[in-house]
């Protein structure tokens, strides 16, 4: 009996990556899917996809090399902390790695030709095939007719008058293919990636001057507002009960945690606790004041507790809200 060709899908569980599975399939190859998680990026939007394919789904985290490409990629990065070119390279090896050690024939993935202007052009998508390492054995369905013939289209593996050539910024073709397809649950487009967001990207590039950082400190910066207070201290001030609560999670030893006495306020989380100054937490207290709620016209002082347990208050200090054109000068970004 003729062995079942197999081929190995880039998964990040959006329409795009579900067709592209979907038109494979079609022609009868089997598919096995793999998904990258970091901080950044994760498998929460595949979870909710998943479903709708007939696929085993590989988890591979790339954390760690993800981190040493963002101190210094290659092909640069985006607008903001993205290095879509080196992280998207960074996937096809892993995928083709995957793909050698499950006996599969080529890679495909849901890109489509001009839908990102940094990773998915022509000069892109040929760096990325070359540096993988398997140039010629990754397949575009979605795009395959307006590039070049790849190793398995060639050899008969797959029916290129089956692919497509979709191209740009518009989704409309995807989603009449989803109609006819009857998929009806994927989620809306999206970017998905923390690095693409501005506001994230220069809280993870402040995070970077400190000589070590944690993984949980990165995770740390989808919270709250942040305030630099020294070169390796920070302060992370929450915006509503859930974020308080969440920041309550990421308290450890040597970290020290504010809120108000006697008013409705944040918690307010300073991390890198071990060269604390008695003026560092004055200026804790002063920025927590400043969030409580408070009558704002009356600049009248308020009680702040601090804790270096959850359990267990140090004491509590009286402190004005922190002005505001200092408050500017320390905050990161909210």
């Keep these: 009996m003729k062995n079942k060709i197999k081929a190995v899908a880039l998964f990040s569980g959006g329409l795009d990556s579900i067709l592209a599975v979907k038109l494979i399939q079609k ?29 085993d789904l ?24 993205n290095p879509c070119i080196d992280c ?26 001009g839908e990102r202007p940094m990773s998915q052009n022509r000069n892109s998508l040929s760096i990325i095939e070359r540096e993988s390492g398997f140039e010629g054995r990754i397949l575009r369905p979605l795009s395959a007719l307006l590039l070049t013939e790849t190793i ?9 008058n089956k692919l497509l050539d979709i191209s740009g910024r518009s989704r409309k073709r995807q989603m009449k293919l989803a109609v006819e397809m009857g998929i009806e649950d ?19 590039g402040d995070l970077f001057n400190q000589e070590s950082f944690s993984l949980e400190e990165i995770e740390l910066l989808k919270l709250g507002r942040h305030f630099r207070l020294s070169r390796d201290i920070k302060l992370v001030v929450g915006r509503n009960k859930e974020e308080n609560e969440k920041i309550k999670e990421y308290f450890q030893e040597g970290d ?12 307010s989380l300073l991390k890198k606790g071990t060269n604390v100054t008695n003026q560092l937490i004055d200026k804790s207290c002063q920025i927590t004041a400043r969030y409580c709620d408070r009558n704002e016209e009356e600049n009248e002082e308020v009680s702040i507790d601090y804790y270096r347990e959850l359990k267990g208050m140090i004491k509590s200090r009286k402190v004005k809200p922190l002005i505001e054109e200092e408050l500017e000068s320390l905050r990161i970004q909210d």
Excluded at 75 to 81: D, I, P, Q, S, V
Excluded at 90 to 113: C, D, H, N, P, W
């Design 256 to 267: 020290f945690l504010f809120k108000a006495k006697n008013l409705k306020g944040p918690v």
């Design 186 to 204: 994927y989620p809306s487009p999206a970017g998905g990636c923390k690095l693409t967001e501005p506001i994230f990207a220069r809280r993870l």
């Design 88 to 113: 998207h390279t960074l996937m096809f090896k892993k995928a083709g790695e995957y793909m050698t050690r499950i006996g599969a024939s080529f890679i495909l993935s849901g890109e489509v030709l």
């Design 58 to 81: 590989e988890i591979i985290d790339i954390t760690q090399e993800l981190l040493k490409i963002l101190r210094n990629p290659k092909h640069g990065l985006g607008k903001n902390m």
């Design 152 to 160: 398995p289209e060639k050899k008969g593996l797959v029916n290129r």
């Design 27 to 55: 022609q009868g190859i089997e598919v096995k899917g793999v998904n990258f998680i970091t901080p950044f990026f994760g498998v929460e939007k595949t979870c909710l996809t998943i479903k709708n394919l007939d696929m």
